[in-house]
């Protein structure tokens, strides 16, 4: 007997909300901003902005300014040292430190008890209710999940205040009947030495029947390679032959894509892309034929949205999410019963669908290239390196770029550090082929490569096998959610990379 078909009835209603996304979009953001604004109206923030008075979305923005972390913080301090009641009324014992950047300053996000159950396990149960939709032949529930997440400490020294990634704060609180479907066990989820934890999760997972995955595909693909290195195995599914889905999110899949194929070769594998941010849960890939995400309207979150080229200017143009135009770069912006408010988490997403809202991640609004008028985003690096190993046969682990303002020769160009899975059969074509595609998916790139004037062709570095892992480790970022900066205005990240490189 399935058991899965029997307990996936419970997500029928589920579903029928969640269609609704399609013909009622602007109703339901618009209950949620008023539910927000009447549950803060006393915190200070509330009062200060005189939350009761709120009446319509003009006014909630019109009287609230965009938000950065500079401007939260000292809110946060404050809660961090025990004040509440200052961003949200109810008790706030959790913060997620963001792994949003690789910068040593590290951002606490303050996390809700209303946030865990409305924003983040409601995601995961959406996640699961939409997958069953896709896959209705799903034995899910005969076996275990393995979430793969990082680990907590205690908040400024206080038994009864946690700081830690966001997956480890879910794992801490989560209920016990999820425990009885997932691994590994509470205690080796939560270890924070990272290398010791694949070990251990290796060692505990082997033996039990897995029939999903969820974590970040980089730091997934470690584990998975660990697992086949302990049991010799050639592929997952001959270790976890009922494995059929992987939940990934934090860092795009592209890259990964071919490299999953070669360790999981089983034609009934799926995968899910989500969107679970320190900040919220926000979306969650519907249809595995079309890469863009579902926007998860209906949680404690307000979406607004802000054109790429309205970043940085004092009084920046948003809008609401009836507002938003297709294929057009937008910088996020959420309200949320975290006690965020018009808070811009940083990350940029482009809109697909209307009927019901469906985006992707084109990238972050620090994580692009524009030193030369190029407006280089990660959507682009992307779309270039996909189309760069297809015609190589090359697979990528990761990656960064920079600029490179004017060498000897006075010439300006992108600089690419890539390390290989496996190498190109030239690294001459793979650059060519990424130049040339570049090019074609930007138009300001192809402006400013034109006859090589204002830039030139750009050049690929080969990195050492490991150079990005142990460019983490430097920096003590590994596991969890910590990411590589993928284009950096700057060369501050590449120039510390291509020392390690050489040494």
Same mark, same amino acid.
């Given at each position: 007997m399935n058991i899965t078909k029997i307990i996936r009835q419970a997500f029928n209603s589920r579903l029928k909300e969640i269609d609704l996304?399609?013909?009622?979009?602007?109703?339901?953001? *618009?209950?949620?901003?008023?539910?927000?604004?009447n549950q803060a109206a006393n915190t200070e923030w509330g009062k200060k902005y005189d939350y009761k008075s709120i009446r319509n979305y003009e006014e909630f923005k019109s009287r609230i300014p965009v938000q950065t !972390?500079?401007?939260?913080?000292?809110?946060?301090?404050?809660?961090?040292?025990?004040?509440q009641n200052l961003l949200w009324p109810s008790e706030i014992r959790w913060f997620a430190?963001?792994?949003?950047? /690789?910068?040593?300053?590290?951002?606490?996000?303050?996390?809700?008890?209303?946030?865990?159950?409305?924003?983040?396990?409601?995601?995961?149960?959406?996640?699961?209710?939409?997958?069953?939709?896709? &896959?209705?032949?799903?034995? =899910? =529930?005969?076996?275990?999940?393995?979430?793969?997440?990082?680990?907590?400490?205690? $908040?400024? #020294?206080? &038994?009864? %205040?946690?700081?830690?990634?966001?997956?480890?704060?879910l794992i801490q609180n989560v209920s016990p009947l999820i425990n009885l479907i997932r691994v590994p066990s509470k205690k080796i989820a939560l270890m924070s030495e990272w290398e010791t934890k694949i070990e251990a999760i290796a060692n505990s997972t082997i033996p039990v029947n897995v029939t999903n995955l969820s974590g970040v595909p980089s730091w997934m693909l470690v584990l998975i390679k660990r697992i086949l290195e302990k049991t010799g195995k050639q592929t997952l599914e001959e270790v976890w032959p009922n494995l059929e889905v992987f939940f990934h999110g934090g860092v795009a899949f592209n890259?990964?894509?071919?490299? !999953?194929?070669?360790?999981?070769?089983?034609?009934?594998?799926?995968?899910?892309?989500?969107? $679970?941010?320190?900040?919220? !849960?926000?979306?969650?890939?519907n249809d595995l034929s079309d890469p863009a995400m579902l926007l998860m309207i209906d !949680?404690?979150? =307000?979406?607004?949205?802000?054109?790429?080229?309205?970043?940085?200017?004092? =009084?920046?143009? @948003?809008?609401?999410?009836?507002?938003?135009?297709? $294929?057009? $770069?937008? +910088?996020?912006?959420?309200? @949320?019963?975290?006690g965020l408010w018009r808070y811009m988490i940083g990350d940029t997403v482009k809109f697909t669908s209307k009927n019901p809202y469906k985006f992707i991640i084109t990238g972050r609004t620090k994580h692009?290239? #524009?030193?030369?008028?190029?407006e280089l985003i990660v959507d682009n690096a992307e779309k270039g390196l996909?189309?760069?190993?297809?015609? @190589?046969?090359?697979?990528?682990?990761?990656? %960064?770029?920079?600029?490179?303002?004017?060498?000897?020769?006075?010439?300006?160009? *992108?600089?690419?550090?890539?390390?290989?899975?496996?190498?190109?059969?030239?690294?001459? &074509?793979?650059a060519a082929i990424?130049?040339? /595609?570049?090019?074609?998916? #930007?138009?300001?790139?192809?402006?400013?490569?034109?006859?090589?004037? +204002?830039?030139?062709?750009?050049?690929?570095?080969?990195?050492r096998k490991g150079l990005f892992h142990d460019w983490l480790a430097q920096k003590g970022k590994l596991g969890g959610q910590h990411k590589i900066p993928r284009l950096s205005n700057t060369r501050e990240y590449i120039e510390e990379m291509l020392e390690l490189n050489e040494e």
């Open positions: 996304y399609a013909s009622q979009a602007g109703e339901i953001q *618009h209950r949620v901003m008023t539910r927000l604004v !972390y500079d401007e939260i913080k000292p809110y946060v301090e404050r809660l961090r040292a025990g004040e430190k963001s792994s949003g950047t /690789t910068n040593d300053k590290s951002k606490f996000l303050p996390v809700s008890k209303e946030a865990l159950q409305d924003i983040h396990y409601r995601g995961g149960k959406d996640a699961a209710a939409l997958y069953f939709r896709i &896959n209705p032949d799903s034995h =899910f =529930f005969s076996g275990k999940g393995l979430i793969l997440g990082g680990s907590h400490s205690p $908040n400024l #020294n206080s &038994n009864h %205040s946690l700081v830690g990634d966001l997956s480890a704060i890259p990964y894509r071919e490299q !999953y194929k070669q360790v999981i070769q089983s034609p009934g594998m799926h995968y899910v892309e989500t969107y $679970n941010a320190s900040e919220g !849960y926000f979306g969650t890939q !949680y404690g979150i =307000f979406y607004e949205f802000m054109p790429l080229e309205e970043v940085g200017k004092e =009084f920046p143009h @948003t809008c609401c999410l009836e507002e938003v135009e297709l $294929n057009k $770069n937008y +910088a996020m912006i959420i309200s @949320t019963s975290c692009f290239i #524009n030193a030369f008028g190029e996909i189309k760069a190993c297809a015609a @190589t046969g090359a697979q990528v682990s990761d990656y %960064s770029a920079a600029p490179v303002f004017m060498d000897e020769h006075a010439k300006c160009r *992108h600089q690419w550090l890539i390390e290989f899975a496996k190498m190109p059969d030239s690294i001459e &074509n793979f990424l130049d040339a /595609t570049l090019k074609e998916v #930007n138009s300001d790139y192809e402006a400013k490569r034109w006859k090589d004037i +204002a830039l030139q062709p750009l050049e690929v570095i080969v990195a």
